[in-house]
């Protein structure tokens, strides 16, 4: 395991964006980690765990202690239980489970990342989410180094949250993911993307729906194609904001046309960011200097080609200031931002 000087970050991040590393390491098993934390913590260095880069904005100045990067690798497969490593590429591993006829995660097709990643923000898409398949995260807590394996309910899931980044944020070192998929299940169609995908048609197979997906996340700039400018993204960069009823009333009641909601439990509306978004005045292709609005997706952030942080941030601290002065919600952004500000 070699600990390296001063390496650009940029690279690793679906973004293109974002300073150097003081450190850099690249962990291909536990015992690599273990020894990561120890090069760290004899040096009085800040440690952060990388992964696929997909859900990531560096700062310009990069990163002043050691950047670990997962490179854990392997499945394994006893019946419909999955071992997966965290540093197994996460689209790679629904392509391989849909090939044997497993559902659960064919509506996750075509998110970039690592597996690791998964737990940590509850990835969903089109109806489904990792923690419905879920059934145990292999950690390292670095509290105590222990390595320990936490159930789906030590992990307390909710709409892209988890322990991992919301009240333990910091604490664990995700190194594998065991997920419970459905043998000849039935695919999900939920979301209406898909719904007029297939209407009309016979039951479309886990395979079908893959594609499917895949081909909508492509139309909308969401499916990482080299040389498409409108992929230098973190893909979705707001989440969709739960607000309650009389707040919902009083949204709706400013507009003649039906206000577009999800379900979010009895008594609570999910509001689509895009729709906020593109309410504020922010439109596709809009453009702030070298960072920009993705030309097929109101809430894909993009590097028009030579974006800083800073150039993404002001962005975002526009589009955010606009939608809370018109709807009083505040939008909070998915990526994690590493580095000041």
Not at 18 to 37: N, Q
Not at 148 to 162: N, Q, V
Not at 286 to 308: D, M, Q, V, W
Request: hydrophobic share 40%.
């Amino acid at each position: 395991m070699q600990f390296l000087e001063g390496i650009p970050l940029a690279p690793y991040t679906t973004f293109r964006i974002g300073g150097p590393a003081r450190w850099f390491a690249k962990a291909g098993t536990e015992e690599d980690i273990f020894a990561a934390i120890e090069f760290a913590r004899s040096r009085n260095l800040p440690l952060f765990i990388l992964g696929g880069g997909s859900n990531l904005l560096v700062s310009d100045e990069g990163f002043p202690g050691l950047v670990l990067h997962i490179a854990l690798r392997g499945i394994e497969q006893t019946y419909h239980f999955f071992r997966v490593a965290a540093g197994e590429n996460w689209d790679e591993f629904v392509t391989h489970a849909v090939a044997q006829n497993y559902a659960g995660i064919e509506c996750l097709s075509g998110i970039p990342g690592t597996v690791g990643g998964t737990p940590v923000q509850n990835v969903g898409a089109y109806g489904q989410e990792v923690a419905e398949t879920i059934v145990a995260v292999r950690t390292i807590d670095l509290n105590n180094l222990e390595v320990k394996d936490l159930s789906p309910d030590e992990c307390r899931f909710s709409y892209r949250r988890s322990i991992f980044n919301s009240t333990q944020r910091g604490r664990y070192i995700v190194t594998r993911v065991d997920y419970a998929l459905r043998r000849d299940g039935r695919a999900r169609i939920a979301y209406a993307d898909l719904k007029k995908q297939f209407a009309g048609g016979s039951e479309p197979s886990l395979a079908e729906v893959s594609t499917a997906v895949r081909s909508i996340r492509h139309q909308k700039g969401m499916l990482i194609v080299d040389g498409d400018p409108d992929c230098r993204s973190a893909g979705s960069f707001f989440k969709n904001p739960v607000i309650g009823a009389q707040h919902f009333a009083r949204i709706a009641a400013g507009f003649a046309e039906r206000v577009p909601t999800y379900p979010a439990g009895e008594g609570f509306f999910k509001l689509p960011a895009a729709w906020l978004v593109e309410q504020a005045g922010f439109h596709k292709g809009y453009a702030l200097g070298p960072a920009g609005i993705s030309s097929r997706h109101t809430l894909a952030l993009i590097n028009r080609g030579e974006a800083k942080a800073s150039d993404i941030l002001a962005l975002r601290d526009r589009i955010v200031a606009a939608v809370e002065e018109k709807f009083s919600i505040r939008l909070e952004p998915e990526p994690v931002f590493l580095g000041p500000g």
